[in-house]
């Protein structure tokens, strides 16, 4: 399935329908466009998307370069290997999975003055999954005052992907879990305003529970083959 007007439109009224229920404010819309082909990317860019998130370094690159005549917004979503700083640091927009001390200092050194601070959040490991990139919850306040004192960093926020779990009530456990954090954050650092969780699956539940960012990828481009 390619994406189309249709499947971002229901997209979007679900999302609105589930913040106005919330009671919350606007709901960014991130297209997750790993493995898709360009092509896919520039129809829902034309259509109005502009935030999209990529998993993969090469590949994320790659179509930036196919896709340089939009203005696009980019995020990388995946876990971030030391190697990959500098490719991040310089062609990235955003990074939603920093989860550890020693990508801050590379982030920082490799980010270009002309492209402003690089938007970071830090990634959770909420249910604490063995094997699952994310730091502890007790980590965040270490790694958001080191983010905070590198010059080429912006701290935005927080990102997580709960566990897969089958019960519903338990991930939305997780998603409380979250906003509690992300409120604390907050409160020392009043630049915070990102909340990133919630997928195609479980998007509407992530709203109620205080998300301001939602990570999309098969409801609007189908499920991968």
């Given at each position: 399935?390619?994406?189309?007007?249709?499947?971002?439109?229901?997209?979007?009224?679900?999302?609105?329908?589930?913040?106005?229920?919330?009671?919350?404010?606007?709901?960014?819309?991130?297209?997750?466009?790993?493995?898709?082909?360009?092509?896919?990317?520039?129809?829902?860019?034309?259509?109005?998307?502009?935030?999209?998130?990529?998993?993969?370094?090469?590949?994320?690159?790659s179509k930036q370069r196919e896709l340089a005549d939009l203005d696009l917004q980019w995020h990388f979503i995946g876990p971030l290997q030391s190697n990959k700083c500098r490719d991040v640091a310089q062609h990235?927009?955003?990074?939603?999975?920093?989860?550890?001390?020693?990508?801050?200092?590379?982030?920082?050194?490799?980010?270009?003055?002309?492209?402003?601070?690089?938007?970071?959040?830090?990634?959770?490991?909420?249910?604490?999954?063995?094997?699952?990139?994310?730091?502890?919850?007790?980590?965040?306040?270490?790694?958001?005052?080191?983010?905070?004192?590198?010059p080429a960093l912006h701290l935005r926020g927080l990102m997580a992907i709960p566990a897969p779990h089958g019960n519903p009530a338990l991930r939305q456990a997780a998603f409380q879990r979250m906003r509690k954090?992300?409120?604390?954050?907050?409160?020392?650092?009043?630049?915070?305003?990102?909340?990133?969780?919630?997928?195609?699956?479980?998007?509407?539940?992530?709203?109620?529970?205080?998300?301001?960012?939602?990570?999309?990828?098969?409801?609007?481009?189908?499920?991968?083959?």
């Open positions: 399935m390619n994406p189309d007007h249709m499947a971002l439109a229901t997209v979007h009224s679900r999302i609105k329908a589930a913040a106005e229920q919330a009671g919350s404010g606007p709901v960014k819309l991130l297209a997750v466009s790993k493995t898709r082909p360009p092509a896919d990317l520039r129809q829902l860019a034309e259509l109005g998307q502009q935030h999209f998130g990529e998993n993969y370094v090469q590949e994320a690159l990235f927009d955003w990074l939603e999975s920093l989860d550890r001390r020693k990508l801050i200092e590379p982030l920082s050194r490799f980010r270009p003055n002309s492209r402003g601070p690089l938007n970071v959040l830090i990634e959770v490991n909420i249910d604490t999954e063995s094997g699952k990139s994310g730091c502890a919850p007790e980590q965040i306040h270490t790694l958001a005052e080191l983010i905070t004192k590198a954090l992300f409120e604390q954050l907050r409160h020392g650092y009043p630049q915070v305003d990102t909340l990133s969780m919630g997928m195609s699956n479980d998007f509407e539940a992530a709203i109620a529970e205080g998300a301001t960012e939602v990570r999309i990828g098969t409801l609007l481009f189908g499920p991968r083959h």
